[in-house]
């Protein structure tokens, strides 16, 4: 009996000790990184949901982000991306320059960028000079204003988009303000993002302009509408949170913007070779042309006789 009491103490310190262990404070790690330059940023068009490439710019853009992280000595546990090539794109670049393409890349389509309705594929002069630049920035800048919907036989409409289908489309948004997309990025925090920071899991997500906004005033619920609607992400600028949970309060240690350095690309393989160094294959020689139907072909000429 009192070696069972003698066991049962044991057991219960241990559990004591891993209960306090459970519940000492994690300090994690937390990226926000915007993608790269994309062609219709270049061009300065709304973009939303359309599905755009990087420049070449961006790509570089990309590129310098990942060993701007790395040589700050980040690393991460898992990859947070939108639906959308040009963030895709920009956390591959991102985390192949960190040598961590192993990560596990999620895609969420609650880290869209905002939708811009009717505005999508038309350059900010277009806009402006169809109903004037205030209206315009009200459209583009405002809390809670969005721009004109677009209808759901547009072509431009998410709802037509074969990456959506599995969603259902009342959920699909057709023009959104910020505050649009605070409220559809709130699941996304509450039931992704949080939990696996909760965890101890250093996580990078790669978004957007609005986007990212969206999820800062999920991070830091102290931001006001008007810090929100002036809050600036620029393109594969780091974001650098560390972040202390404690049960359940949370707390911010700090927050970087880091300062993005140039950094050579890497030489191609010494066995790579240039398009120009490609062999070329020759075109075979033409057949001779048939001879016409209606003219026999000329006979050989005969043999010399010997003299």
Same mark, same amino acid.
């Given at each position: ?19 306090? /262990? ?24 709304? @973009? ?39 963030? $895709? ?20 389509? #609650? ?18 000079? /169809?109903?004037?630049? +205030?209206?315009?920035? $009200? ?32 959920? $699909? ?8 997309? $605070? ?17 101890? +899991? ?34 594969? @600028? ?11 309060? #949370?707390?911010?240690?700090?927050? +970087? ?38 003219? /026999?072909? +000329?006979?050989?000429? /005969? ?5």
């Amino acid at each position: 009996m009192k070696k069972m009491k003698k066991v049962l103490g044991a057991l219960l310190l241990l559990a004591v000790f891993a209960g306090s /262990a459970f519940a000492a404070p994690r300090t994690v790690t937390l990226v926000l990184l915007r993608h790269g330059e994309s062609v219709w940023n270049l061009e300065k068009k709304f @973009t939303g949901w359309s599905d755009v490439k990087l420049t070449r710019k961006g790509v570089k853009q990309a590129f310098d982000a990942g060993m701007t992280m790395k040589d700050a000595g980040l690393t991460f546990d898992v990859v947070h991306t939108s639906m959308l090539d040009r963030a $895709i794109a920009t956390a591959w670049l991102s985390i192949s320059a960190m040598d961590l393409r192993w990560l596990p890349v999620e895609k969420y389509w #609650r880290l869209n960028e905002r939708c811009y309705g009717d505005l999508e594929g038309k350059t900010h002069k277009e806009v402006s000079d /169809a109903v004037g630049k +205030e209206q315009m920035n $009200i459209w583009r800048r405002s809390y809670g204003t969005p721009p004109p919907p677009l209808s759901y036989d547009d072509p431009r409409s998410p709802i037509n988009d074969p990456a959506y289908y599995a969603i259902d489309s009342r959920m $699909i948004p057709q023009a959104e303000s910020l505050k649009d997309v $605070i409220i559809r990025i709130g699941p996304y925090w509450s039931d992704v993002l949080r939990p696996a920071l909760y965890k101890g +899991e250093n996580v990078l997500v790669v978004g957007h302009s609005t986007g990212l906004r969206a999820l800062s005033s999920w991070i830091e619920p102290e931001l006001t509408e008007e810090e929100l609607m002036k809050l600036e992400i620029p393109n594969a @600028t780091p974001v650098v949170y560390v972040i202390e949970f404690d049960g359940p309060n #949370r707390k911010i240690i700090s927050r +970087e913007v880091m300062k993005v350095k140039d950094h050579p690309l890497p030489p191609p393989p010494p066995d790579a070779k240039k398009p120009a160094d490609a062999p070329v294959e020759k075109a075979p020689a033409p057949a001779p042309a048939p001879a016409p139907a209606d003219k /026999a072909p +000329e006979p050989a000429p /005969a043999p010399e006789a010997k003299k």
